[in-house]
């Protein structure tokens, strides 16, 4: 247990669909992350929220929308996607701001999506 | 662009075996270069180093940065099989929201 869990652990959507990712973070931190995951690539960053506010959105098609309602809690909401999404999704935590010296992520166990 | 290279991209070797992993960087306004152990799903964070901690220690696992050489090693002694995991580094630099920079990570096998 990280401090930060990730539903649902695993989704099969098809492309007309609109799903949501959930994540919940225990530890008091400040900032959120977005990071997809897919096979033998770098984890890619896709949207950084500090202090409730986006601060990043890293190219990332307008098919993936966030919502961060508090420091809590983020979302990643889904709709048409394509079978390239296909991804692990990984949410991350962290106690200092973006930027700061010691910004160290804690992540959460993610959501593995397939889009057929 | 901050760019992040891991080597080897996978290694098996027995247990009890002593493993060195690399991590190179290329990044602007460098802040600090971290490790992770990817086991499942969940990256756990192993170390983080800065200009100001170049070298750390943990039981068997052992980092140190090198920033001439833009470079870290990432030591695991006396390898055990629940050492198998992925092992990411990623680099915090850049101005502002830039989040962390990772490298493909660097598969590990530990054979019994």
């Known amino acids: 247990e990280t401090g930060v869990t990730q539903t649902p652990r695993h989704l099969v959507m098809g492309m007309t669909n609109k799903k949501s990712l959930k994540c919940e973070q225990h530890l008091g931190h400040n900032a959120m992350y977005w990071y997809k995951q897919s096979a033998k690539k770098p984890l890619e960053l896709m949207f950084v929220?500090?202090?409730?506010?986006?601060?990043e959105n890293n190219s990332v098609p307008s098919r993936f929308s966030p919502e961060c309602p508090n420091s809590s809690h983020l979302f990643l909401h889904l709709h048409t996607l394509q079978p390239e999404d296909s991804a692990l999704y990984l949410c991350?935590?962290?106690?200092?701001?973006?930027?700061?010296?010691?910004?160290?992520?804690?992540f959460g166990s993610g959501t593995q999506l397939s889009v057929l | 662009e901050d760019k992040v290279v891991q080597s080897p991209l996978s290694l098996v070797v027995h247990e009890g075996d002593t493993v060195t992993l690399n991590c190179s960087y290329e990044v602007t306004n460098f802040r600090s270069l971290l490790w992770y152990k990817q086991e499942k799903k969940a990256p756990t964070f192993l170390f983080m180093l800065t200009s100001s901690g170049i070298e750390k220690k943990s039981g068997r696992l052992s980092s140190i940065l090198d920033k001439k050489e833009l470079s870290s090693i990432l030591n695991i002694t006396a390898t055990q099989t629940g050492d198998s995991a992925i092992y990411l580094c990623?680099?915090?630099?850049?101005?502002?929201?830039?989040?962390?920079?990772f490298g493909k990570g660097t598969h590990l096998i530990i054979q019994p």
């Open positions: 990623a680099v915090a630099g850049g101005g502002g929201a830039d989040g962390l920079t």
């Open positions: 991350a935590s962290s106690q200092d701001l973006p930027g700061a010296d010691n910004e160290k992520l804690f």
């Open positions: 929220y500090s202090l409730e506010e986006r601060v």
